[in-house]
Nanobody
Framework: QVQLAESGGGLVQAGGSLRLSCAAS????????MGWFRQAPGKEREFVSA????????AYADSVKGRFTISRDNAKATTHLQMNSLKAEDTAVYYC?????????????????WGQGTQVTVSS
């Protein structure tokens, strides 16, 4: 089992940047593919980005491609989401998730563990 804790959310102006972090408990972090999802008020949770266990493969939603970058540090059991050129429509609660022995999946159903989320608010 793994526990996930997101951090780094906050309020930022449109065009600004934020870096989200997700810290995982346990010693088996490298067994998990990691994903980031978000949920805006009144909307369903949606895929943002994912990274494979080794970090060699990544995936992005079209809406964030070219602006967001996912990375991971297996030695530190962390994954990050660097968000640049933020837009008002990026406002949401951002969740990290772990997929045991998974690949960089876009499907929420593939993920076994979820963090509590961190709020990102982009003012226009």
């Amino acid at each position: 089992q793994v526990q996930l804790a997101e951090s780094g959310g906050g309020l930022v102006q449109a065009g600004g940047s934020l870096r989200l972090s997700c810290a995982a408990s346990g010693r088996t972090f490298s067994r998990y593919a990691m994903g980031w999802f978000r949920q805006a008020p009144g909307k369903e949770r949606e895929f943002v980005s994912a990274i494979s266990r080794s970090g060699g493969s990544t995936a992005y939603a079209d809406s964030v491609k070219g602006r967001f970058t996912i990375s991971r540090d297996n030695a530190k059991a962390t994954t990050h989401l660097q968000m640049n050129s933020l837009k008002a429509e990026d406002t949401a609660v951002y969740y990290c998730a772990a997929d045991l022995f998974g690949v960089a999946s876009e499907s929420m159903s593939e993920y076994d563990y979820w963090g509590q989320g961190t709020q990102v608010t982009v003012s226009s």
